[in-house]
């Protein structure tokens, strides 16, 4: 088991930045990826970024160009860096874990950090 603790959520004005934080603790070796996710209301959760367990990156094209995430290996800690946030940013943010538990991947998911951009 991994548990996630979200943190750095709040209100921004529009064109501000941002930075959240996931703590991961439990099974930390078992962990191969670290992703973002939102939610934002009668939508569908989105990946907004993920970092492998070789470093390698992914982001949203809604998101590029505009965060960053980054691991932290030895705390096990995830980050994401969002700058130049836009009132569609505004969602409730997870982090996200998959984890290898020697027969399956598994994924756990945080409480989620609510967002919101103001214009």
């Known amino acids: 088991q991994v548990q996630l603790v979200e943190s750095g959520g709040g209100l921004v004005q529009a064109g501000g930045s941002l930075r959240l934080s996931c703590a991961a603790s439990?099974?930390?070796?078992?962990?191969?990826?670290m992703a973002w996710y939102r939610q934002a209301p009668g939508k569908q959760r989105e990946l907004v970024a993920r970092?492998?367990?070789?470093?390698?990156?992914r982001y949203a094209d809604s998101v590029k160009g505009r965060c960053t995430i980054s691991r932290d290996y030895g705390k096990n800690t995830l980050t994401l860096q969002m700058n130049s946030v836009k009132p569609e940013d505004t969602a409730v943010y997870y982090c996200n874990v998959e984890r290898w538990d020697g027969t399956y991947y598994r994924n756990s998911w945080g409480q989620g950090t609510q967002v919101t951009v103001s214009s």
């Open positions: 970092v492998g367990s070789d470093g390698s990156t």
């Open positions: 439990g099974s930390i070796s078992s962990i191969k990826t």
